[in-house]
């Protein structure tokens, strides 16, 4: 409906804060508005141009895997509705990069694009990296920013991928394929970004800002689905009957919320953090942003709340700044 001409200019109107107060300048990039649309969402880059007229800052397209995949049986993905959160086990189900590319291809330049970039669930430990540098290389010309989507508890064989040493190695292949594409003058070099899990300890956490300073990537979201289910609303039956999956939405906000602040802190504040993670409104977003955010991504608060959640967030940004 959002692709008829009229509709799309009442949906702006409705929707879209548009104030220079809003922009937020982040590795080389100019975002008009800090709330951004979390992968998941738009898995294989077909609603992005229409998810614009929403509201959002930016996009962030896939998981996106080399090869088309069907991702885990269904069911595979269940609302919680008392604890206003979703459990998923989707498993990286998405088209593929091919398909990725010819709807990039459509873009109309309206929105920053990030690109969500995961291994194939059938692919060996030897051959992550290649993967990963496979999509990278294919969506290079096509979006603005990466994600490198190391943290996702849905896909099968990823222990490695928890591994500090080897998220050195595949940083360090990503960047060096980034500045050889650069080079060769095919697109100018993308900002690339580390998606982490929020029940990672403070350890962790301390080898994450130490792997940020020693490679020098260029940010952090934080953070991915959790497999912690503590604290839930909804019945242990209930659990036991869904099976396993990632927790979203607000079971997730204050884990995610810690980890923000810690990283902030922490390292006092030496690289970007994108909060996702629970927000389901103006409040959680403004806690994010305390907490050391530079932008917020919302992903389950969207399906619950709806399109109006994003400029009301835009709202309360501006009317705290």
């Known amino acids: 409906m959002s692709k ?7 949906f702006r109107g409705l929707y879209q804060v548009n104030d220079k107060k809003l922009e937020r300048n982040l590795f080389g990039l100019t975002f008009k ?3 951004g649309l979390a992968a998941g969402f738009d898995k294989n880059a077909v609603l992005y141009n229409e998810l614009a007229n929403f509201g959002f800052g930016f996009v962030e397209i896939g998981t996106v895997t080399p090869k088309g995949q069907a991702g885990n ?39 920053i694009i990030g690109g969500n970039i995961g291994k194939n669930t059938d692919t060996a430990p030897e051959n992550y990296t290649s ?51 650069s080079v060769s003058g095919r697109a100018k070099s993308r900002p690339i970004l580390l998606k982490i899990a929020p029940d990672l300890n403070n350890q962790q956490l301390d080898e994450i ?25 909804v019945s242990k039956e209930r659990l036991l009957e869904i099976g396993n999956g990632g927790v979203s939405g607000q079971p997730v906000k204050e884990r995610s919320t ?18 996702v993670g629970g927000i389901h409104s103006e409040k959680d977003a403004l ?8 932008l917020v991504q919302i992903y389950t608060g969207f399906i619950y709340e709806g399109p109006s959640l ?3 967030i835009n709202k309360a940004i501006l009317d705290q700044s």
């Open 131 to 181: 993967d990963y540098l496979e999509c990278f290389k294919g969506l290079h010309p096509y979006v603005d920013y990466f994600v490198l989507n190391v943290s996702c508890p849905n896909v099968g064989s990823h222990a490695k991928l928890d591994d500090v040493e080897y998220l050195y190695e595949l940083i360090t292949e990503v960047q060096k394929l980034n500045k050889e594409l």
């Open 258 to 275: 810690k980890v923000i602040k810690y990283l902030a802190d922490k390292s006092n504040k030496a690289f970007p953090i994108i909060g």
């Open 209 to 233: 800002i130490e792997l940020v300073a020693k490679t020098k990537i260029d940010g952090v979201i934080a953070s991915n689905t959790s497999v912690n289910r503590d604290n839930l609303k």
């Open 287 to 294: 806690d994010k942003i305390n907490a050391g955010a530079d």
């Open 4 to 10: 008829i001409p009229f509709v799309t200019s009442i």
């Open 310 to 312: 994003v400029k009301r």
């Open 33 to 35: 508005n800090p709330v």
């Open 73 to 111: 049986p269904k069911k595979r993905l269940f609302r919680l509705k008392d604890d206003q959160g979703i459990i998923n086990r989707m498993g990286f189900n998405n088209e593929g990069l091919t398909i990725a590319i010819e709807q990039l291809k459509k873009n109309k330049g309206k929105i």
